[in-house]
């Protein structure tokens, strides 16, 4: 059974912000972001209005796969900090109402890990899953271990052993999930969350956290794994919350996680709700996805309805016991400017995100139209396929105009990874110096979404009119619309007088809600 505790009250009204610490702010010109540079750009969350950040992997790592192949949980990369730094960056964020997720990296480990290597050298070790005999995807043992080890994702990344949900005497590498090594790597995990949760740490997201139990249909040992977590979270830490990375927020949720994403993978239509949104061919593509025009483009030829069918699905299902995270991209999947898609098309997005009765999750630099980087080299395993690139949502954060766009003093050469060559690219100062510019917009969104709770993740939701413009109202009161094609549309209202709150391009004149391209509208019914 899930917890029946509630969760932190700030859950409720929470505004998501991702930073890749490599590539938000250098502060020391070695090329490569870290906690200090974060630190130094805390002033801009603040403003912008965001109270919880999510940091990707910042632990100890040979980076094989960007930090996500871990050789030290308890010790922070050298390239960001000491763990001295991590803690003022938490406390300096603390004191401007920004709370700090780390990314947890539950299911595997770094081949380089004294666990690993320990593993491989001793038969009697099981804190890795082993065969004695070849098994298809596993990989040969690298110690003086005979056989083979399972990985969870790169070769590099050996799954660490949470014990088979079915176990075989014909296949003994299938241990129960209540043998010692699965004991072991639970009560690690634990103690691994305990340390940073007692450093301050808000909480964590944690990687591929449906992975953790192997031949687990259904899930079922997987879920009674997190949901111990979870009751011992709110025995231990009532204030920390729990995101996955599931890509199934009903599932996660009932598995004991406060809050799942909506993915670009996951769920019994892998991702598709979510890829029906933003997906539009370019950027991160997997070859066997199949999918129409997502709804977000400018020829309007995509429908909201198959989001709005799987939100529904998941709202109902996780109601009272948790929330909903919807992403505008993140550090596997493409940027809203990705492709054909402009920086006019942006604020319609952002008026969607930061009005649907979900948490709002931005990638950083989406708020000031950061695009895709295409054609880019493979980073620290960022290629995942011949279309499929993470590297292009990975590029530096664009703070000022010059030089490496004010991410680092570094040539560029030494940077991470090159900046947007193109000239026309936007920057936070530049934009903050423009109140009509997509980051005013993103900021004036968030502030209305805080001053009018009607608007956030808990209220209610009815939707008018599923096409172009999507139209509906929050709680009873709040009228939305967003046309996010190039023409506009129009719809009849049986509402009284809509007084706007914040409207590009969007009017209500006798009972008809008239849209303009590219446009949204957020108007009080009260």
Not at 412 to 431: A, G, H, N
Not at 437 to 465: D, M, N, Q
Not at 489 to 512: F, H, I, T, Y
């Amino acid at each position: 059974m899930t917890s029946t505790r509630p969760g932190p009250d700030w859950l409720a009204d929470a505004v998501l912000y991702q930073i890749y610490p490599q590539t938000f702010a250098d502060s020391d010109g070695d090329g490569i972001g870290d906690f200090a540079g974060i630190t130094e750009h805390l002033e801009h969350l603040s403003w912008l209005g965001v109270d919880t950040v999510w940091l990707n992997p910042c632990f100890a790592s040979p980076f094989r796969d960007a930090g996500y192949d871990v050789t030290d949980y308890l010790t922070p990369a050298p390239r960001y900090g000491r763990t001295e730094d991590l803690v003022e960056l938490v406390e300096a964020a603390r004191r401007r109402g920004i709370r700090i997720l780390l990314d947890l990296v539950a299911g595997h480990t770094s081949d380089r890990h004294p666990w690993f290597l320990a593993s491989a050298e001793d038969p009697a070790d099981h804190r890795y899953i082993w065969s004695e005999q070849r098994v298809d995807g596993f990989v040969a043992s690298p110690g003086s271990r005979t056989g083979w080890y399972r990985p969870n994702f790169f070769d590099c990344q050996p799954a660490l052993n949470f014990g088979y949900a079915r176990t075989s005497s014909a296949e003994p590498w299938r241990q129960s999930v209540d043998a010692d090594g699965p004991r072991a790597n639970r009560a690690a995990l634990r103690g691994i969350m305990a340390h940073w949760l007692g450093l301050g740490i808000a909480g964590f997201r944690v990687d591929m956290a449906y992975s953790l139990v192997k031949d687990d249909p259904g899930l079922v040992e997987t879920a009674k794994l997190w949901t111990g977590v979870r009751d011992w979270l709110d025995r231990s830490h009532p204030q920390a919350a729990l995101f996955a990375e599931w890509g199934d927020p009903a599932a996660a949720v009932a598995a004991g996680f406060h809050a799942d994403f909506f993915l670009h993978f996951g769920g019994a239509d892998h991702g598709l709700p979510l890829r029906s949104l933003w997906n539009n061919g370019a950027g991160t593509v997997e070859e066997f996805w199949r999918q129409g025009p997502c709804y977000f483009e400018a020829e309007g030829r995509g429908t909201p309805q198959t989001f709005l069918d799987a939100w529904r699905s998941a709202a109902e299902l996780t109601e009272g016991g948790g929330y909903i995270a919807l992403p505008t991209a993140n550090h596997d999947f493409s940027r809203l400017a990705t492709g054909p898609r402009t920086a006019e098309q942006l604020a319609a997005a952002f008026a969607f995100l930061l009005t649907w009765p979900t948490l709002p999750a931005v990638y950083y630099g989406d708020e000031i139209g950061m695009r895709y980087l295409p054609g880019l080299p493979d980073v620290e395993g960022s290629v995942l396929g011949p279309r499929y690139n993470r590297a292009g949502s990975r590029t530096p954060m664009q703070w000022r105009p010059g030089p490496a766009a004010g991410f680092s003093s570094a040539p560029p050469e030494r940077l991470y990874l090159p900046v947007d060559p193109d000239p026309r690219r936007p920057d936070v100062l530049s934009q903050r110096a423009d109140p009509t510019s997509l980051l005013h917009t993103v900021r004036r969104l968030i502030a209305l979404r805080r001053a009018h709770p009607g608007l956030g993740a808990s209220g209610g939701v009815e939707v008018r009119h599923a096409g172009y413009p999507l139209v509906y109202v929050r709680s009873g009161r709040y009228l939305v619309a967003v046309n996010p094609r190039r023409e506009p549309g129009s719809v009849r209202l049986a509402d009284g007088p809509a007084r706007p709150l914040d409207v590009q391009g969007v009017r209500v004149v006798d009972g008809e809600l008239r849209a303009d391209g590219f446009s949204y509208g957020v108007f009080d019914l009260g």
